[in-house]
């Protein structure tokens, strides 16, 4: 039970990562557990502990068995007492769960969101348990009729997807937001930027604008549980679609 005075249920003062499991085992844990212990220090929280973190997943893994699942690390800042500052001796809060994750299979619809995404904070580029803007920017999209929301930032460039980092294809080149953007370095865009040189693909960095998605070959999403997926929307072709396929293999 989350005690009342949890800083991350009170002012979303915290990280969280998602991590694939397959057959019991979790992907990719030392580059999550990486991630999360740079986002402490970032936050100014105590050093993660990481042999209670992968305890904590592998216990909560352990009821699903076998199967496919997501597993949430969540780390809160812990009690404190009223107002923004901490108290002088916090004491981080770590928990996870775990639910059955299916594979996702088919291309996903797109919709432009209104919500944008905030270049200029740290929160930006870490896995914060201040998610909203993205909660709202994925249920307009789905109010809209799409599975996912394309953010911009503030500078109108393209920045991600609600919950997924986003590539697009033109020729052999393939384009993702810098993470100056206001972009969260996310694991699978790692795996992806790193499979692309053995497929001949170069790979371009920078602010773009929304216009250069409707002139791609083809748009994919990226996130831990999905490896690399297609997208769709108004005017994405989906000529370089079997080149999205290989990179999917490649990450797999």
Not at 17 to 31: M, Y
Not at 66 to 71: C, L, N, S
Not at 166 to 175: E, K, P, S, Y
Request: charged share 20%; net charge neutral; with cysteine.
């Amino acid at each position: 039970m989350i005690p009342h005075d949890d800083r991350g249920l009170l002012l979303g003062d915290g990280l969280f990562e998602t991590v694939l499991a397959v057959d019991g085992e979790l992907d990719a844990l030392e580059a999550h557990l990486d991630r999360m212990a740079h986002g402490c220090v970032t936050l100014g929280l105590s050093p993660l502990d990481r042999a209670a973190a992968e305890a904590a997943m592998r216990q909560a893994l352990a009821p699903l068995g076998g199967a496919r699942a997501a597993v949430r690390l969540t780390l809160t800042a812990g009690s404190g007492g009223r107002g923004l500052d901490r108290p002088a001796q916090a004491a981080p809060r770590l928990f996870a769960t775990a639910v059955a994750s299916p594979r996702a299979e088919g291309p996903l619809r797109l919709a432009l969101s209104s919500v944008r995404r905030n270049e200029g904070s740290p929160a930006s580029r870490l896995k914060t348990l201040s998610y909203l803007d993205n909660v709202l920017a994925r249920a307009e999209a789905r109010a809209a009729g799409a599975d996912e929301a394309v953010m911009l930032n503030g500078a109108g460039a393209v920045a991600c997807a609600g919950a997924a980092n986003i590539f697009w294809l033109a020729g052999q080149t393939m384009f993702t937001p810098a993470l100056d953007c206001g972009v969260l370095a996310g694991i699978a865009r790692a795996r992806v930027i790193a499979a692309a040189g053995p497929l001949g693909l170069e790979v371009r960095e920078g602010a773009f604008p929304f216009e250069d998605l409707a002139g791609a070959d083809a748009v994919f999403l990226t996130n831990s549980l999905v490896g690399a997926r297609r997208a769709m929307g108004p005017g994405i072709g989906a000529s370089a679609a079997p080149v999205v396929a290989r990179l999917a293999e490649a990450f797999s």
